[in-house]
């Protein structure tokens, strides 16, 4: 009982004693521990309207006696004045600055819980803190830190401290308390150390409260750490030696300003006289040696000698495979990883990773980790040259596993596109596969197309596949689809009516006067029409123009050329299109009217050839292949005859 003028507080211990006969020597152990604490002798539940009355005279409480004939153990009868000391000086001083008194708490042991049975102490109005406990009390029973506030951290843990005090009573924009991972069943030894692990999410952080069973909360004391692992985000509560009293249901209580939520685990202690030399040699390994002895005799050893030959040998073991590697299947493209569980005990030695005996190094292929005493390899975009024995080595340990990899799905880049084509034209489909040796299957309305006609073909390059039909009919529109087995893709084809285009154009023709002119051009189809125009004007067939077409071919000839009525643009049309040439007439020589046409003669015979000048008093001169004839000398070769404006010459008797 601890008590000054403002009040008091009280708190009862039920202590439990078992004998064991260890080494044969009789040992008398603490097997359990409970306890139960009031203040004012009232009951946790009533700490609300304890607050509420704080700073207020109250009137002198009578002790609370226990009643005859009651179990040990069982904590006295409370008050109604519940938790909450009377008023004092320092109760007025704390309401008056919002500051809410601390709760009353045994070192390392909780304050009986009101019928909620494990939920957060009450909070006062402003929903900050619960209510504080007397502070001769809190002396009294250890100067813990009161219940509420986040526990000191030791610093190993590095759990946030405390949020500010002003802050919390606010709760403005908080974040409500939630677990992200909750703790799974565990099994313990008895002796050794046991962790409860759980992950939260808050703004502020919450606070946790570990509990077991309805009553008993657990507080960070000689048996028990608490504390935050920074490197995996988790609150940790650890028993530092279990004991089997230990074993049963512990509950989580998790709670800031915003909320709160809770759990439960279950935690299972396997007694000392069921541990194994096995179990025991893997606690061992995990002990100093200076302790083998101590921990050994915990659990019933006494051929000592004999279990730490063992445990010398096995630690002598520079590195150990504990986990050897699987052989793995991968597919083309994806990312395969190795996984073996290795213990190093010499850390002078390297670990690497081979690839039928070639060593590998990290990069864009292998990426090499470990994480604790497991390593891993991961091999990245597979190809089918991936394939192969892969080995880890570290000192004389080795482990091998076989990768093999299989083919990606063959499937489609993009959709295939529809084709628009006029009749009689080639119409192309064409889609790109993700592997190069991909097959393809073309269909025509969902049935198979038939390549040994000739119209249709396919052409493959690289990862390209080309359906060509060529030259589409009407009845080739429709549905086309095609497929590899895992993937398909299909679009339509549209056959628009017959495309009339010139497959050759005119080109300039340049004739003298009085000579005949000649333009030709080719169109796509012997069905086409077309029509021949003079500077807009439709030209017909007759003795000024000849008109022919000969298969694709279409010819206009343009009969005795005169300069002003025949020059100009002459233009062929269809349908679809058209096609220019110009006509350019070359003006005679100076003094002539009509030029010497060339031609043909015959072996001893005569030919004549004649032109035409301007003027009947013209002279000419006669040339052969450059040079002027002497007329006078080869009289009997050539005759010179002269007839108006016309200019004759005959040349007999022709040689070769």
Known sequence: VASNAAGKSTTTARIAVKEQL??????????????????????PAESAQAQKTAGKPQPKQEEAKPKAGGKEGKPPAQDKAGEKAPAQDKAAKDKVGGKPPAKDKVEGKPAVQDKTGGKPPTQDKAGSKPPAQDKAAKDKLGGKPPEGKPPVQDKKGGKPPAQDKAAAGAGGGSMAAAIVEKPTELHGIDGQPQEFRIKVSGDPHPTIQWQKGKFLKIKEGPRYTISFDEETKEDVMTIKELRPADAGTYKCNVFNPGGQANCAVVLHVKDRKDISEEEVLKILEKTDPKNYEKVALMYGITDFRSLLKHVHIKKKKPAEIVKELEDVEGQEEKDVTFMAEVVINDKDLKLEWEKNLDILTPGLKYKMDHKGDLYMLTIKDLRHDDEGKYKIVVGDCSSSAILSVKKAPARFKGLMKGCTVFLHERAEFTVEVSRPDAEVKWFFKGKPIDFTNRRYAVENKGTRRTLVIHKAQFEDKGEYSCSTGDDSSKAKLTVKEERYNFTSQLRDCE??????????????????????????????????????????????????????????????????????????????????????????????????????????????????????????????????????????????????
């Open 511 to 656: 004739v003298a006067v009085g000579a005949d002119a000649r333009f030709e051009c080719e169109v796509s189809s012997p069905n086409a029409v077309v029509t021949w125009f003079r500077n807009k004007e439709e030209l017909t067939a007759g003795e000024k123009y000849q008109i022919i077409k000969e298969g694709l071919r279409h010819i206009l000839i343009i009969k005795n050329i005169d300069m002003d009525k025949d020059r100009g643009q002459y233009v062929c049309k269809t349908k679809d299109g058209s096609t220019t040439g110009k006509l350019i007439i070359r003006e005679p020589p100076p003094g002539f009217v009509s030029e010497l046409k060339n031609l043909t003669g015959y072996f001893k015979k005569d030919v004549t050839l004649e032109c035409e000048v301007a003027k009947e008093d013209c002279r000419v001169k006669w040339f052969k292949s450059g040079k002027e004839i002497d007329l006078v000398r080869l009289k009997k070769k050539y005759d010179c005859q002269i007839k108006e404006c016309r200019r004759i010459l005959i040349i007999r008797n022709l040689t070769w």
């Open 22 to 43: 260890v080494g044969g020597k009789v040992r008398y152990i603490i097997d359990d521990i409970s306890t139960a604490a009031s203040l004012n002798g009232a009951p």
